[in-house]
């Protein structure tokens, strides 16, 4: 299965299309670009991709960016294989051990992250992506 990346207002567009939840974005696409439908081995499925960070119930897409500001610096991250990894290829499974790495003392992870989903996008708040 391959990833594309779309801009809110396509996928907003894609999902004003599926008149159920049996019907998948892959099943809408196939029908604008006038394809036969998809067999059963190439249906489009919501399990994340290996590489992907699932944290709290969030899900962030590997290759998705981090970044946070502490005395002056900016630091960097990005998800990969399955966890955030720091500029210094340090791997964390919470936002927040990743800023406690960063600051030396307890802080809270999501408010000290901002992430975006591609350098397309603006940075957004770590916070935000909660539900």
Request: hydrophobic share 35%; net charge positive; glycine share 6%.
């Amino acid at each position: 299965m391959h990833t594309i990346e779309v801009d809110f207002d396509v996928l907003k567009a894609l999902m004003l299309r599926r008149p159920n939840e049996s019907v998948s974005n892959n099943d809408v696409l196939r029908k604008l670009l006038e394809l036969p439908p998809a067999g059963p081995l190439q249906r489009e499925t919501s399990a994340p991709a290996t590489a992907d960070w699932i944290v709290k119930g969030v899900r962030f897409c590997a290759g998705w960016e981090f970044r946070a500001k502490h005395h002056g610096r900016t630091y960097h991250g990005r998800v990969a294989d399955g966890a955030l990894v720091l500029e210094d290829d340090t791997r964390h499974d919470s936002p927040s051990s990743a800023a406690v790495s960063i600051t030396k003392y307890a802080v809270n992870g999501w408010n000290f992250w901002e992430c975006r989903t591609s350098s397309a996008e603006p940075w957004r708040p770590l916070s935000s992506f909660r539900r």
